[in-house]
């Protein structure tokens, strides 16, 4: 017998742009902003990884709820 189980939630805007603006200080917003400068960052590998450290844990976390 197979069990269904509820389909996962998209993490909230919110929750994105809190953790890319704490790992990625030159991002404000996660909105296209149509300005090379203002859409493409240069970022480091640890600030990437880091990101999504967070990313997961965050997940984990709500799924525990």
Not at 32 to 57: C, G
């Amino acid at each position: 017998m197979t069990t269904k189980t509820a389909p996962a939630k998209a993490p909230s805007e919110a929750l994105l742009l809190e953790i890319a603006t704490k790992h990625f200080h030159s991002i404000e917003t996660l909105e296209t902003q149509n300005s090379d400068r203002l859409d493409f960052h240069d970022v480091a590998v640890w600030a990437i990884r880091d990101a999504l450290e967070a990313a997961y844990a965050a997940g984990h976390a709500a799924a525990k709820r």
